[in-house]
């Protein structure tokens, strides 16, 4: 089997070495250009890129990606900054090359995927759902933003379900105890030196509980859920917003 | 709206007086009857029963759901002892009467049923799988049947998907020290007092984990399944095994 | 050896009548009276009692101990409402019986003893602790009052060794999300359905976390830390504060 | 206040060098010499040093310490390979030289050491323990050494007591299940890619669990340890074995 022919942006940064060391160590890719900033788009028709992993700026993703699918190259997008005008803008693009296909993931972590899928099919299940994210005290917001969607992703589900609002006979409470409040879903933000990136919801129902929790210990967490999409992304024409339509979760 | 017309078989035992409780206290439902060793099965038919919840014991179950198939009955089964013969005989009596359904679950706790299709549906993203189980120490069996089952899916699911084995790199172990092997999943079993009944799997990647963890407080956790069951099996016909057929999990 | 004889006031309340169970199976021990309210003290000395349980109200406790030191019998207290004005009248009886011993405990979990003792050695060792309590959603206060208590202890110590204020660099926070302020501790309280009582401290400093966590799921959980006192305060002479005075930790 | 004069010996090692930095961070310490291989000695005595923190290797540590303690130079020793011939040894040097203090310890990771000593001490307490250790699928043994160690102390703490065999109605098992035995205490060995260095212990009792759990995430956790030994060996003499009995923990 011929080998994917993958092509990194933004090659020089922190995940985007990352993202040539792990696609030079897959079998079934081989790197064909690494380009940071500075260096030509022209590269990579040169070099018959199929797919790019565009890990640049939001400043220079359009450009980057008007150029990719103009040429009928796919890609995997990790850059952030994605609005609803730009969203409109590239599938305009889209439209006119009918094969390329296009994936754009907030988040890249299988884990994290998972952890949010999950509590969005469970929350509906159980009587209580709160989220405990716990993270390294250098963090500058709180609740996480990963942390915040979950809850809204939950508080959906559970609307959708026409679930009664969560039992809660507290009565007497100091100042933040029972958390933040996203849309009826407790959140506590845990801010602890040596930890990195972790979250935890738990659901709780007559008699039992079930808990999903996600430890980040590394952005190489990132990697396997890039290469995925590149493998995917290869027969996924148009755009794809989020990993998760990429995981066959039915 | 109508309530739904729900009976109790084996509604003495310990489940089954606590589902008659479920039963009375199911805004829509209503329990029009609760019987016992030697009550006779005449009384569904007299009461207009629409679902039985069928609590007994493997010796009595095949009459009691013959006798309620005949009549269009559903039925909510959580008796055991099931066997391909017993089956194939269920869906004969199931094809002479196309409205009735019948749902037979192996575990009626639905943080159970979700953590085991989490764990399978996980199972082939991560390199390594393993399931720690933790009960009372009065248990007899270790690894308990539902971390056997959980390891078993997970096996076939990572089989399905072509995964590699898990690595390991371990040269110099004590007996025991890596627990139990089932289909390659290693399970580990910890019997400590205090516990009831918990089951852990832990998945991990590069630079993430992410585990499923269950709690069982009480059996009384068996309850929102059963009525979850009995809502579902009305518009259910024929033969379902497993509740999580009925959780809409895609 | 003799065995040591026991009575047990409040018998017939719900912790009571644990205890007088627990007296019964103890090896070590005879139980002699279970007393109720209207019966009579005089049956404690007509019994030989060397040890009383007293698991009463507010409102009997001084009048009960009273009896006990004049007549040298012994008590542990699981009883409630302590102010300063009533321990200083117990220490006055006591001057006048030195051999007499009372054991007043707010806690006789073992575990939940050792979590505030432990939390309290760890704490100066760390940059970062927190505070978790998880409980049921019918809990009227938040945070629990242990977890109030462990807040104060560590706060304490912290202070005592002069530990530095704990990191945190958040700038933008939903109300609520870093918890409660105890002290300086941050505390977090989960109400969830399934769950009893549960408390977590988090300890974190550079490259490595500590967590002590307590889980406890009966009222039987009381009885190990009451025949403890039993044992232990008849050779222990005067007023004694505090379950922990008696495990031996050094 | 003046400060400390460190030098580090093994300072271009993996460990080493996170010392120097930790060294010339510390506000009370002054950096003033970082040997390797090679290096003199004689540099120690010419730069005044007072505490030598010494990561090398078996091979050299003896020759290096001899050199300290004659030169009244206080030693924190991080090299590993102790016999009882060798500290006997370091004795008899120590004899000579009576305000030379010396620290050996195992483990510089605080959280390991107060892990181990809270395990020792609530041991006796709680009908059950167990150990589950996790780990990374690159380590050769199962268990860890410092599970085995913990296992051991655990042991010892609990025949001191006289304790009963843990309870285990096991009847059924799959060989491995129920762990390893670790004199009487079972230990389960996890590997998990993502992971790198935790510990468990599960204490249970009637109604009650209390759970101690470590995580290394970064062998710069030795650090704090290796600070804190450089402050108290000034003031310790003799040899010291163990880095808890610098903790204070009563």
């Given at each position: 089997?011929?080998?994917?022919?993958?092509?990194?942006?933004?090659?020089?940064?922190?995940?985007?070495?990352?993202?040539v060391?792990?696609?030079?160590?897959?079998?079934?890719?081989?790197?064909?250009?690494?380009?940071?900033?500075?260096?030509?788009?022209?590269?990579?028709?040169?070099?018959?890129?199929?797919?790019?992993?565009?890990?640049?700026?939001?400043?220079?993703?359009?450009?980057?990606?008007?150029?990719?699918v103009?040429?009928?190259?796919?890609?995997v997008?990790?850059?952030?900054?994605?609005?609803?005008?730009?969203?409109?803008?590239?599938?305009?693009?889209?439209?006119?090359?009918?094969?390329?296909?296009?994936?754009?993931?907030?988040?890249?972590?299988?884990?994290?995927?998972?952890?949010?899928r999950?509590?969005?099919?469970?929350?509906?299940?159980?009587?209580?759902?709160?989220?405990?994210?716990l993270?390294?005290?250098?963090?500058?917001?709180?609740?996480?933003?990963?942390?915040?969607?979950?809850?809204?992703?939950?508080?959906?589900?559970?609307?959708?379900?026409?679930c009664?609002?969560?039992?809660?006979?507290?009565?007497?409470?100091?100042?933040?105890?029972?958390?933040?409040?996203?849309?009826?879903?407790?959140?506590?933000?845990?801010?602890?030196?040596?930890?990195?990136?972790?979250?935890?919801?738990?659901?709780?129902?007559?008699g039992?509980?079930?808990?999903?929790?996600?430890?980040?210990?590394?952005h190489?967490?990132?990697m396997?859920?890039?290469?995925?999409?590149?493998?995917?992304?290869?027969?996924?024409?148009?755009?794809?917003?989020?990993?998760?339509?990429?995981?066959?979760?039915?």
């Amino acid at each position: 089997m011929s080998k994917l022919r993958v092509a990194v942006l933004g090659a020089r940064g922190r995940i985007g070495s990352e993202a040539v060391r792990a696609v030079e160590a897959a079998d079934d890719m081989e790197l064909v250009a690494a380009l940071g900033r500075g260096d030509k788009l022209e590269t990579l028709v040169e070099n018959d890129t199929q797919v790019v992993v565009e890990l640049t700026h939001p400043a220079s993703v359009m450009g980057n990606l008007d150029y990719c699918v103009r040429h009928g190259i796919h890609a995997v997008v990790g850059t952030t900054g994605w609005t609803e005008d730009r969203l409109a803008q590239l599938r305009t693009s889209l439209a006119a090359a009918p094969q390329a296909g296009v994936l754009i993931a907030p988040n890249f972590s299988i884990g994290a995927v998972l952890t949010m899928r999950f509590a969005q099919q469970a929350a509906r299940f159980f009587e209580s759902v709160e989220v405990v994210e716990l993270h390294h005290p250098n963090k500058a917001d709180a609740p996480s933003g990963t942390a915040t969607r979950t809850a809204q992703l939950i508080a959906e589900a559970r609307a959708q379900a026409g679930c009664a609002p969560q039992p809660d006979a507290t009565a007497t409470a100091l100042d933040g105890a029972r958390g933040a409040d996203v849309d009826g879903v407790p959140v506590h933000s845990v801010r602890l030196r040596g930890l990195l990136a972790h979250q935890e919801v738990l659901l709780g129902g007559e008699g039992e509980t079930l808990t999903i929790r996600h430890d980040s210990l590394h952005h190489s967490s990132f990697m396997p859920g890039i290469l995925l999409g590149v493998r995917r992304v290869v027969s996924t024409p148009g755009l794809t917003v989020g990993l998760e339509n990429f995981l066959d979760l039915g």
